[in-house]
Each structure stands twice: as structure tokens, then as C-alpha cells.
């Protein structure tokens, strides 16, 4: 089991040919059961593995994409997400939304602590697997994840455009 997964996000408007062509020209490995594409999701993601091991390497690349369905869990992400497209351009072929991170909760806990105590912004998000019935896969009944620099409160990415 992983202490730390780092996954680096992309959206893209294909993910699904994004990431044959990640896998195609750069090698990055991917399978079926890696693929989130549920119901009762907002979005179609890929989690990618630069190796095959977590273990070794346990960063993934996410080529993703946010469908216009509503999102239950976390109803203002949609808004942000336009704030995005407005922010870094929506003429870019790719938009990021954030590097997310997770781990064990009680280390995420102390993670968090820490960037509060800094004033680092960060959006925390839970996530139980009867909302993920594809990641059984030897993850703990219920993990968190947070997006540093994000404002949970605030649509907007609150970056500045210079």
C-alpha cells in the first residue's frame, strides 16, 4: 500500500484517446479497471500508472474529463471548473485543475494541519468505495484526498492573471 499518491491531472475533452496516445508515445501503462466512468460520476478519468507498480512508483497521470451531469459530492465543482476554463483559456488543449494528493487519513490529517498552520489553501474531498465500486482494489474503506491552492468556499481558483 501506498504512504503518498500523487496523480497529475489533465482535462481534456477526449480522454480516452489521450490516454492511447500516452500510452502509445510515451509508454505510460494503463488497463481497463483503470478507468472511472460510473453512473452516478460526473466525469469520465483515466489513472494512468508510469510504471506498473504502485509500489515503485506510485505517481499517476490523469487525463479526464468533467461531464455536464450534476456532481452530488462536491456541487460547486462545476462552477470552478469554468472559473479554470476562463482563467488558463478555454482555446488551451488542456486545462489542470490541481495536483491532487492522498494518503492515509490520519497522515492527510496531519497534512492538512500543516498547510492550514501555513495558510496554504487546500480543498479536502472524502470519498467511500460504495461511491467507487471500481477501486476495491486494496484501498482502505474510506480515503480523503485534498487540492492544495484550492478555496473550498469559493468557486473561483482565487489565482490572479498576470
Known sequence: MYDLLLSADMMV???????????????????PN??????????????????????????RVEPQWHLDKPNPGDPLFHDFLESLLDFQGRHRPMVTHS????????????????????????????????TLPACQNGLPELFSETFPALVPERCSHGLKSH
Not at 46 to 55: E, G, N, P
Not at 101 to 126: F, G, W
Open 99 to 130: 495536483v491532487v494528493l492522498t494518503m492515509k487519513t490520519a497522515e492527510l490529517d496531519k497534512l492538512i494541519e500543516r498547510l492550514m498552520s501555513r495558510r496554504v489553501p487546500n480543498k479536502e474531498k472524502c470519498r467511500s468505495l460504495q
Open 13 to 31: 475533452p477526449d480522454p480516452d484517446g489521450m490516454a492511447d496516445l500516452l500510452t502509445e508515445k510515451l509508454g505510460i501503462h494503463q488497463h
Open 34 to 59: 483503470w478507468r472511472q466512468a460510473f453512473d452516478n460520476h460526473p466525469y469520465i478519468a483515466h489513472f494512468l500508472r508510469v510504471h506498473k507498480s504502485l509500489a515503485l512508483a506510485p505517481t
